[in-house]
């Protein structure tokens, strides 16, 4: 649809914002014994936001331009871009965790908690266009982090990472104490490597997401969690010169490697981005 007198009216996008913060943390660390270490943090973090959020694209569809009218309602006037007013974010974060190695078997595990004012969020409408950035009032973060790697023989490794993530809204007068979206609540890598010989050597790593994470702050529309699997192999032809081959998703399984972040999504909304399917790599590595 045509719009009217086929423009859209200029509008002021200057704007000039100035922020500082104050940045001060506290860490602490013991070694009980030679091959283990604690440690605890309190921290500080201030974040201003970028230019990408302080002047963003609005409007328009995915099929036209930012600024451009709802075609249904061409008359009315749409801006294509704006500046918000934002606030920088800032957070208290405390944090423990412990490194420590059993003979072959090392350990690393974390965990961390952050009281988050101001976040900076990035959202998109229901047609997938920016909204640009807008600030939540209280957020709070919560993880673990946890890591397995052993030497089981001369030629044997293997690693194993998990990561619990936990990002939600406090008491949003719209939102409530919803997920943040986007935010995967369960990530876990594991793989292993075989030295065939002293220069060839084979492996194979897991990426699995399980659960569901909600695409929008309204957690209303879910992406389902999955797994891919991936084999490699190494070939050393010298000590500057290697050869590698590579085949990624080796089931070929269909997944959403990644969605748009929206604060109200529709179920047949466009936002889900696919992964890559069954795909085959090769390759020459020299160092010089």
């Known amino acids: 649809m045509a719009l009217p007198a086929g423009s859209i009216p200029a509008g002021d996008t200057s704007y000039d914002r100035s922020y500082t913060g104050f940045s001060p943390s506290l860490g602490l660390t013991w070694k009980p014994l030679e091959d283990?270490?604690?440690?605890?943090?309190?921290?500080?973090?201030?974040?201003?936001?970028?230019?990408?959020?302080?002047?963003?694209?609005?409007?328009?569809?995915?099929?036209?331009?930012?600024?451009r009218p709802n075609p249904a309602q061409p008359g009315l006037v749409s801006t294509a871009y704006r500046t918000p007013d934002l606030k920088a974010q800032t957070a208290t974060t405390v944090e423990a965790g412990w490194r420590g190695r059993f003979g072959v078997v090392a350990v690393d595990a974390g965990t961390y908690y952050s009281w988050v004012k101001n976040e900076l969020l990035s959202l998109r409408?229901?047609?997938?266009?920016?909204?640009?950035?807008?600030?939540?009032?209280?957020?709070?973060?919560?993880?673990?982090?946890?890591g397995l790697s052993a030497f089981l023989t001369e030629r044997l490794s293997g690693r194993i990472a998990y990561t619990f993530q936990d990002f939600r809204f406090q008491d949003d007068p719209v939102r409530g104490d919803n997920r943040l979206a986007g935010a995967p609540r369960h990530v876990i890598n594991a793989s292993a490597r075989y030295d065939i010989t002293g220069a060839w050597s084979v492996g194979a790593e897991v990426d699995w997401y399980p659960g569901r994470t909600p695409v929008d702050n309204m957690s209303s529309v879910y992406t389902d969690g999955y797994a891919t699997v991936d084999l490699r192999s190494t070939y050393a032809i010298n000590e500057r010169v290697s050869v590698y081959g590579e085949a990624r998703n080796i089931f070929d399984a269909t997944y959403a490697s990644s969605t748009l972040i929206v604060d109200q999504a529709s179920p047949t909304q466009a936002v889900y981005l696919p992964g890559d399917g069954r795909a085959f790599y090769a390759g020459l590595k020299v160092s010089f």
């Open 36 to 67: 283990h270490t604690l440690y605890a943090a309190v921290s500080r973090s201030f974040e201003p936001p970028t230019h990408d959020d302080l002047i963003a694209t609005v409007n328009g569809t995915p099929n036209s331009s930012a600024g």
């Open 125 to 146: 409408d229901a047609t997938g266009a920016s909204l640009g950035a807008v600030n939540a009032d209280r957020t709070r973060h919560f993880g673990v982090d946890l």
